[in-house]
Nanobody, 113 residues
């Protein structure tokens, strides 16, 4: 199993980023996928989760209306579109498969003026 995350970076408040997580080593379309984040000095928290076929999503209250999780099973990829970014969104973002208990390596998102 392998996850390759990308799309993180430095952005000003109010900006946007789109994270990608390309999966391999398992049948991607059979599993729900999640994005988590961990800010410095804080516990890792769930950001969003999407069902195996993408028909059901759930977002944390802190990102609802600003972030959108999606997936493309033909590309074995899960995405996190992040709009209206705020300083409090600064964290390392990880993709995660709960059933396989497998984490990606993380991608840093920094929101600062």
């Amino acid at each position: 199993v392998q996850f390759v995350e990308s799309g993180g970076g430095y952005v000003q408040p109010g900006g946007s980023l789109k994270l990608s997580c390309v999966a391999s080593g398992f049948t991607f379309s059979r599993y729900a996928m999640s994005w988590y984040r961990q800010a410095p000095g804080k516990e890792r928290e769930l950001v969003a989760v999407i069902s195996s076929i993408g028909d059901t999503t759930k977002h944390a209250d802190s990102v609802k209306g600003r972030f959108t999780i999606s997936r493309d099973n033909a590309k074995n990829t899960v995405y996190l579109q992040m709009n209206s970014l705020e300083a409090k969104d600064t964290a390392v973002y990880y993709c995660y498969n709960a059933q396989l208990a497998y984490w990606g390596q993380g991608t840093q998102v920094t929101v600062s003026s």
